[in-house]
């Protein structure tokens, strides 16, 4: 299972960032998708998720301003982050999950500016 993450970049507070993973060697369309991300010194956190029926979920800290999509015929994933804080500065990780096991990218790195 390969999961390739990409998009991310410097962005100033405010603004909008869409960063994207595409999967390969999973049943994408059975998959839940999501993305973590981590910030130095502090724990990894969930930031959404989308399961195979298109169901989301977001923590609070993302709600109204994060939209995780997927489009299953390219087995990829979307985040679309809007109204981006400091705080947002991370790396961003995708993971897909089966009923057989989670499997993480190497990460994409996000930095916000203020």
């Known amino acids: 299972v390969q999961l390739q993450a990409c998009g991310g970049g410097l962005v100033q507070a405010g603004g909008s960032l869409k960063i994207s993973c595409t999967a390969s060697g999973i049943t994408f369309s059975r998959t839940i998708m999501g993305w973590h991300r981590q910030a130095p010194g502090k724990q990894r956190e969930s930031v959404a998720t989308?399961?195979?029926?298109?169901?989301?979920t977001y923590p609070d800290s993302m709600k109204g301003r994060a939209t995780i999509s997927r489009d299953n015929a390219k087995n990829t994933v979307y985040l679309q982050m809007n109204n981006l804080r400091t705080e947002d500065t991370a790396v961003y990780y995708c993971?897909?999950?089966?009923?057989?096991?989670?499997?993480w990218g190497q990460g994409t790195q996000v930095t916000v500016s203020s």
């Open positions: 993971y897909a999950a089966d009923q057989r096991s989670a499997y």
């Open positions: 989308i399961t195979s029926a298109g169901f989301t």
